[in-house]
């Protein structure tokens, strides 16, 4: 039987003027233009103040008036290639549609003159394997983030742009092994510390939580379809200040349980739980 979700806002209580904080002595030992440091500070109303210490992302900083008009020239440009490029891949469409047909009728054709079917055929063309990589740290990517780096600041250009400026860069040509340790080090350093950080502002600390609580709903109705578990959550900010709402979720009929054998009503016990989380 499909799962069932129940959704809920709670009604916000109003708020203690206790602020919450995290210390958390471990500093990250890389910083680059995106990432920094909050230090400590009086201010407690934002996510990232009331973590000193901890890594945080900087919010892009508004284009400048010569930087729009970069942006637009940029934009009529890729419009043009956008319909170059569409009349490429037409043309291409259609000679690999003329080759799929050839290559059909010399299936059908070796089909019958062997007396088998053409399935069988097929199968014995294509009876080569495939070996992928396993997930890791790929090299390419760490020269590209180090080429970024490099970059001055304010200067924004596409990927492929990187790639043809790391391609041109005598010092990545003939690298060492022990070279190309340091730059996968440095990007995995890099993700290390993105994961790790936290947000500047109170709006995106709760559009990050939000979306990322959605892809959880989404897993726990899977499981729920797939395997018939029951689970509740419940989630609330942990500051006065903070703009994500409390709210609880449940796979199925389990919020039932709440009701029926704890004599709690999940409004309740969401509320109750916002407040603990403020005093804290």
């Known amino acids: 039987m499909p799962a069932k979700t129940a959704h809920s806002n709670a009604t916000s209580v109003p708020g203690v003027t206790t602020s919450s904080t995290h210390p958390n002595n471990s500093t990250p030992n890389v910083c680059n233009s995106r990432v920094s440091v909050v230090k400590a500070a009086g201010n407690k109303s934002t996510w990232a103040t009331q973590n000193p210490g901890q890594p945080v992302m900087q919010p892009h900083q508004p284009l400048s008036s010569v930087e729009k008009d970069h942006h637009s020239t940029h934009a009529a440009s890729r419009q043009i290639s956008a319909a170059q490029w569409r009349d490429h891949d037409m043309l291409l469409h259609n000679a690999i549609q003329s080759l799929a047909n050839e290559f059909e009728m010399m299936v059908q054709a070796i089909a019958t003159t062997h007396n088998i079917t053409s399935e069988k055929v097929k199968k014995l063309l294509g009876g080569h394997k495939y070996y992928q990589n396993p ?12 080429k970024a780096n490099e970059l001055a600041h304010g200067e924004k250009l596409s990927l492929q742009q990187i790639w043809e400026l790391a391609r041109a ?27 790790m950080s936290v947000h500047t502002t109170n709006s995106a600390a709760a559009c990050d939580a939000q979306s990322t609580l959605e892809h959880v709903f989404k897993i726990l109705d899977g499981l729920a379809l797939c395997t018939g578990i029951y689970a509740c959550l419940f989630a609330t900010h942990g500051h006065v200040y903070d703009s994500l709402q409390p709210f609880w979720y449940g796979t199925d009929n389990v919020m039932d349980f709440w009701e029926d054998v704890m004599d709690l009503k999940p409004d309740e016990i969401i509320c109750k739980l916002g407040m603990h989380a403020w005093k804290k």
Do not use: F, G, R, V
């Open 169 to 195: 860069d005598p010092k990545y040509q003939d690298m060492t092994q022990d070279e190309k340790d340091e730059l996968l080090c440095a990007l995995m350093e890099y993700c290390t510390l993105k994961n």
């Open 135 to 146: 997930h890791s740290m790929q090299l390419a990517n760490a020269i590209i983030h180090n």
